[in-house]
């Protein structure tokens, strides 16, 4: 008798418009996020960088404890040159508890290695996020976040060269 495969969970487990719970997300976490993972949001007004597994779950457990049923909608895929890198076109949101609606359009550079999400650069509308969150709701717990869990940069990470401020 084979072997039965286990499907290795991605973020899309967690994004698929299904509520999770707390200990769910978490169980996906080390599966679908590459230890040295990184998340960017350049576009804000304040932006944010998660650098590490544990601080993108945190920053993942936000979003969702505002949106629970987050679910994202794939338009487009470009390749690039890198073949585990992909821009990918799509749209994304739910019902916020608050009562609100999230609905955001992204442009997301992402990088996978060992079919783990490496590192995700997320271009989006900050107005359409601090709409749906509260910019000050937002804007306090990305800096918590980013306080208490980041790690220093990974030496597997190239350095944003672009980065505002850079680094």
């Given at each position: 008798?084979?072997?039965?495969?286990?499907?290795?969970?991605?973020?899309?487990?967690?994004?698929?418009?299904?509520?999770?719970?707390?200990?769910?997300?978490?169980?996906?976490?080390?599966?679908?996020?590459?230890?040295d993972v990184i998340w960017e949001g350049p576009m804000f007004e304040k932006p944010v960088s998660?650098?590490?597994?544990?601080?993108?779950?945190?920053?993942?457990?936000?979003?969702?404890?505002?949106?629970?049923?987050?679910?994202?909608q794939l338009h487009a895929a470009y390749p690039t040159q890198d073949p585990e890198t992909v821009i990918i076109?799509?749209?994304?949101?739910?019902?916020?508890?608050?009562?609100?609606?999230?609905?955001?359009r992204y442009f997301s550079l992402i990088t996978t290695k060992a079919g783990k999400t490496f590192r995700m650069r997320e271009n989006c509308n900050p107005f359409e996020t601090?709409?749906?969150?509260?910019?000050?709701r937002w804007e306090q717990a990305t800096g918590e976040i980013m306080a208490k869990y980041n790690v220093a940069w990974p030496a597997s990470q190239k350095p944003d060269l672009a980065a505002i401020p850079p680094r």
């Open positions: 008798m084979a072997d039965a495969q286990v499907k290795k969970r991605s973020i899309n487990d967690a994004f698929g418009g299904q509520v999770t719970t707390l200990e769910e997300q978490r169980l996906i976490w080390p599966e679908a996020l590459h230890e998660f650098v590490g597994r544990v601080a993108v779950g945190n920053f993942f457990e936000f979003l969702l404890s505002v949106v629970p049923r987050f679910s994202t076109e799509s749209t994304g949101g739910g019902d916020t508890v608050f009562g609100g609606r999230y609905t955001q601090y709409s749906a969150f509260g910019r000050e």
